[in-house]
């Protein structure tokens, strides 16, 4: 290891170090409240002569008041387009993270932070960019997964957000031959230096190690990363969301991939990279061949140039070198025209303004988008000024967990110490049999009133009495009621009143909404960011139309490039991303939705519910409400009204054909009746003329 390597590791490894003991304080807490989350029995002293340590019988009221919270509603995004002609944007980004959050299986996630969020006061989220998740037209991938706020170190002093810190370190677990094929670096003989990172109690595993992984403002504002295993460094990049190449430090040809078929000359090979890994392919493009420009590379050249493939990678097949170095790539040179998704198209050539005046035709030069934003996005259960997580609902009833163990554990006590004593002279006997009748022998008469049975039982009520209000300390302090754990609620006489006391409810716990609202919000805003940068190719978009009919879009990234006044190119990422409330209300509420739909429907709000229009418009409703059953009531319904169309064009069509034939029939009559009558008139003519020949 170079000097410099050892430096920055020691730097690193002391930044850990130093921040975990100001942290440690925390950690500890964390692992209590998970204990006592898990069932947790230890029972604190509350005096000095208290006999009680353990709780054979557990009532864990911290875990009852946590899964009563718990809501499976997924936030659905909703973005908001700064400027009017970028309003279709704004739609075609909500399709697209509606698609993410389908896709990466956010169900989940979302489970697990909605325990550990009121659990521990707070958990996070990792965005990355996964290069190797490839399709065949597709490279890359958004990998959504959750941080438990142990595995996270912040930055001592820090509180109001990740956003406002110089660096934040990450404690991941891996497996060894993970990080073998990630970085290259064989980390077999290394051991695993916190087993707790993949949860409390854990014991060391031989397969696995524990990854730190330092995010950091660089010198420029963007964001470095650097990683390591106990004393062997994984990564360090200055600028970790830079694009990144490896190029021949003789003369700048980007290395080939393991098989890829070359031109053996510089000036025709340009190749096509992803985000931070090997090439994709190579292209032809010529100067002297215009017309084969971005043609694929594995046809002879018309000129009779050799091609070859780059099977040994350690030799660069243009010069022969053998070094090669990873840069950093600002600019993407267009090698074909790019079409978008409006039909525009950019130009690969373009007209450039030198400073002395003339205007010079180059390739055209794109900036790389750079998202510029920590990967790891906070969720608070609610704000605690001066806290880097929020309040904890388990540090909130801890005394009331503690005070509700003792109570039942004294109450176990005294009932199982009670029980039935009788009395007896002492000289006395019983017979022991198998029947029903007891012979017991005494000397004397009197002994008889020395015989007696005595039932002891430990008074308990006011004990009881106790429990119950400690229970209802915890959920008043929470915020729960009979009702938000559909409960029976007495105070409550009429359906009216119990939705108004959940509302109420909801209305307590409205902050926790809030604050899970707020991490989705910068979770959409990051998705759409890494997605700008890195998604290259059109990546397809399933949605749903007003209709309740799918529809497949695309997202273009260069649906997004804009040229300013100067003819700079620049990203337009101008969007205001926040939550639709009304429809993650309407996820979590379904079935009012579809009670309220009905009755809109039945009081002729849509329409005549007699009108087959009507009825359609009902079902394409509860369609994209997921009533049961509604997409094959909608598509018979349309099957009818096509009947009804079909028997009704062909009804037209009849009558248009009688019409047609009684206007020819008339047509024909007027014809014939024309006819009779120039007959009738030519034989009144004759007529006189015969009779008076007849008459001569």
């Known amino acids: 290891m170079k000097k410099t390597d050892r430096k920055k590791l020691e730097l690193w490894q002391g930044r850990l170090e130093a921040n975990e003991t100001a942290y440690a304080g925390e950690k500890d807490r964390m692992e209590g409240r998970e204990r006592m989350y898990l069932g947790d029995g230890t029972i604190t002293p509350i005096g000095r002569e208290d006999v009680y340590d353990k709780a054979p019988h557990l009532r864990n009221v911290v875990s009852e008041l946590i899964e009563a919270q718990v809501s499976s509603a997924i936030p659905q995004p909703k973005v908001t387009a700064q400027w009017k002609e970028d309003e279709e944007l704004a739609r075609l980004i909500e399709d697209m993270l509606r698609a993410e959050l389908d896709r990466i299986n956010i169900e989940e996630i979302n489970d697990l932070m909605e325990r550990t969020v009121p659990i521990q006061g707070g958990g996070a989220y990792l965005v990355e960019w996964d290069s190797t998740r490839r399709t065949h037209t597709t490279t890359g991938e958004i990998a959504l997964s959750t941080i438990h706020p142990t595995q996270i170190v912040p930055q001592n002093g820090v509180y109001t957000g990740i956003e406002d810190m110089d660096y934040i370190i990450l404690k991941i677990p891996q497996t060894k031959g993970y990080i073998k094929r990630r970085y290259g670096v064989d980390v077999s003989d290394e051991e695993e230096s916190e087993p707790d990172a993949r949860g409390s109690e854990e014991s060391t595993a031989e397969d696995m190690v524990t990854q730190y992984v330092a995010y950091y403002r660089n010198d420029k504002g963007g964001i470095g990363l650097y990683s390591w295993v106990n004393d062997t460094p994984l990564e360090d990049l200055e600028d970790y969301q830079a694009r990144r190449l490896r190029r021949c430090v003789k003369c700048g040809a980007l290395e080939p991939a393991p098989g890829e078929v070359v031109v053996a000359e510089p000036a025709y090979f340009v190749s096509a990279r992803d985000a931070n890994t090997q090439a994709q392919g190579s292209l032809l493009l010529s100067p002297r061949d215009p017309d084969r420009a971005g043609a694929p590379i594995d046809s002879a050249p018309p000129d009779g140039r050799e091609i070859g493939k780059a099977n040994n990678r350690a030799v660069c097949p243009f010069c022969g070198g053998s070094k090669w170095e990873e840069t950093e790539e600002d600019f993407e040179e267009l090698l074909t025209p790019v079409s978008r998704t409006d039909g525009t198209v950019i130009q690969d050539m373009e007209e450039v303004e030198e400073p002395d005046g003339t205007v010079t035709v180059r390739r055209t030069k794109i900036p790389y988008y750079k998202p510029g934003i920590y990967p790891v996005i906070l969720q608070r259960n609610i704000s605690v ?21 003792r109570l039942v554990t004294k109450i176990l006590d005294k009932l199982c110490t009670a029980g039935s004593y009788f009395s007896l002279p002492v000289d006395a006997t019983i017979e022991r049999n198998a029947g029903e009748m007891k012979l017991i022998r005494i000397d004397k008469p009197s002994d008889q009133q020395m015989i007696g049975v005595y039932n002891i039982e430990g008074d308990i009520s006011q004990d009881m009495a106790m429990l119950s ?34 509302a109420q409810t909801a209305g307590r716990l409205e902050s926790k909404r809030v604050m899970k609202n707020a991490a989705y919000q910068k979770l959409f805003e990051a998705i759409f960011k890494f ?9 397809p978009i399933p949605s749903v139309d ?25 990203w337009n990422d101008q969007f205001i991303f926040s939550v639709d409330d009304a429809s993650s209300s309407l996820a979590t509420n379904r079935q009012a939705m579809w009670e309220e739909t009905r009755l809109n429907f039945q009081s002729g709000a849509f329409g005549s519910p007699e009108d087959i229009d009507t009825l ?8 994209l409400l997921h009533y049961p059953g509604a997409a094959e009531t909608l598509t018979m319904f349309k099957e009818k009204k096509d009947e009804q169309a079909a028997a009704a064009q062909a009804q037209q069509e009849q009558e248009a054909k009688i019409v047609a034939m009684q206007a020819q029939l008339a047509a024909m009559g007027t014809q014939e009746g024309g006819a009779a009558n120039d007959r009738q008139m030519n034989g009144a003519a004759v007529e006189p003329t015969g009779t008076e020949a007849v008459g001569m």
């Open 385 to 405: 000024f001066g806290r880097f997580l929020g309040g904890s609902d388990v540090d909130t009833i801890a005394t009331q967990q503690n005070t509700t163990n």
């Open 469 to 502: 209000e400690t229970y209802e300390e915890m959920r008043q302090a929470i915020g729960v009621t009979d009702s938000f754990q559909g409960r029976r609620d007495t105070t409550a006489t009429s359906g009216t009143a119990k939705q108004f006391a959940a």
């Open 531 to 539: 997605k700008l940068a890195y998604a290259d190719e059109p990546r």
């Open 546 to 570: 007003a209709r309740g009919d799918r529809v497949y879009e695309q997202f273009n990234r260069y649906d997004f490039l804009r040229k300013d006044a100067a003819g700079e190119w620049y």
């Open 616 to 623: 359609i418009f009902f079902w394409t409703k509860m369609k």
